[in-house]
């Protein structure tokens, strides 16, 4: 998952294409790219079913209007394994300002993505497709693809389609069904190319309406008279600020509390198995430990959004990680408190429970800065 904002910008090219290419693949591209180029409005209902990596399950609709900027509206519901929904939210933005109800505890958080409330928009993903928000030629980056696959048609929810298949840059397969007759978007699914983390999803939507007018209250939520507020850009999260109190287990089952580590330098690492920079770099959030261990420091990798096969020892030793400790944040709700929308990401807590860095893990100079936080700190 990304930092997540609503911010695409499109480089248009015109490119020929290379021999290894699909020719058919790309004429339906370019029909898609025409008839998208031609909308305003997007509605639709979705179904969306992920296992491994992105296990879930997900139902709702979802609102788009280009006509005055962008407005953006996602009914969320999550689907518990009896089958019942366990959460359901309503997700706004039009491209800054965020806002996030959560009707199943009665919430409403919201902020804009300069005030750092961007990771908001987290779980929207699971609902939208991102080239309906590219102001034209959405699939023109691909045109220079040679993955691109031309797969026949078949039918999704009953709408005949052409699959067009091409891999993501993490070398996943992806597969999109695009209308044999109107040429939009009706799904995708996924592939993951990773054995250790097997997964994928399938995404599928029904009851599209497309250039239908929007009307303005259909992009406002409904509140309650006891709703709960949280505006996010109050609560900051960044160096020099209180880092949020959290309560983890690690793999004996042990709870590990911010409230037991006071006194104390702690180095969190979020991460999961899919997501190739994390695994770059936790060789060295390892080593890191292993040079401080005598020091009154504390290094934990964060496990988040992970596949629930995983056997993460295994992983650890494949991985020749000797050091490595792992917390476990299988809800996501400590990742969410640092306001986590992109993994990894490295925080060090100070000896006073301020944060002293909070910073992406795939910035090249992470570790250099992080022993030099470690030096200035430590007796």
């Known amino acids: 998952m990304k930092r997540l904002t609503i911010a695409i910008s499109v480089c248009f090219l015109f490119i020929i294409p290379s021999k290894a290419q699909d020719a058919k693949a790309l004429e339906i ?20 079913e992920g296992w491994g990596k ?35 939210e309503s997700i706004y933005t039009n491209g800054d300002s965020l806002r996030v109800l959560d009707k199943t505890d009665n ?11 961007a990771y908001l928009m987290s779980y929207a993903w699971y609902a939208v497709f991102r080239e309906h928000l590219i102001p034209a030629d959405p699939f023109a980056k691909n045109f220079s693809d040679s993955t691109l696959k031309y797969e026949g048609i078949e039918k999704i929810k009953g709408k005949e389609c052409h699959v067009v298949s091409m891999n993501n840059p993490w070398g996943d397969r992806n597969f999109w069904y695009f209308g044999t007759s109107d040429y939009q978007v009706y799904g995708q699914r996924q592939e993951n190319n ?3 983390v097997e997964g994928g999803f399938k995404f599928e939507m029904t009851s599209l309406k497309v250039n239908e007018s929007i009307a303005p209250d259909q992009f406002l ?19 020099g600020k209180k880092a949020p109190e959290w309560t983890l287990q690690n ?25 190739a920079p994390c695994w770059q770099i936790m060789p060295a959030v390892d080593k890191i430990k292993s040079d401080y261990a005598t020091k009154n420091v504390e290094v934990f990798g964060v496990n988040v959004w992970e596949n629930p096969k995983l056997e993460i ?8 990680l000797n050091h490595y400790e792992v917390l476990f944040d ?13 993994l990894p990401l490295i925080v060090i807590i100070g000896t006073d429970g301020n944060i002293l860095y909070h910073n992406s893990g795939a910035d090249r100079e992470f570790d250099k800065n992080i022993r030099k936080i470690l030096d200035q700190e430590v007796d």
């Open 330 to 342: 299988k809800e996501a709700v400590v990742a969410e408190s640092f306001k986590i929308g992109s």
């Open 54 to 88: 992105v296990a879930g399950k997900f139902d709702g609709t979802v609102k788009i209007s280009k006509e005055q900027g962008l407005q953006l509206r996602v009914d969320l519901n999550t689907i518990g394994a009896n089958g019942k929904y366990k959460k359901q």
């Open 107 to 117: 919430k409403l958080r919201y902020g804009t993505a300069s005030g750092g409330s």
């Open 194 to 196: 990773q054995k250790e």
């Open 221 to 239: 939520f409904i509140l309650s008279k006891d709703v709960s507020k949280s505006n996010e850009n109050e609560r900051i999260i960044a160096v």
């Open 251 to 275: 793999g004996a089952n042990e709870n590990i509390s911010s409230r037991d580590l006071k006194g104390k330098i702690v180095v969190l690492d979020f991460w999961a198995s899919w997501c």
């Open 313 to 320: 020892d295994q992983y650890l030793v494949k991985k020749k």
């Open 29 to 48: 591209l370019n029909k898609v790219n025409a008839s998208l180029n031609q909308l305003k409005t997007f509605q639709y209902d979705y179904t969306y």
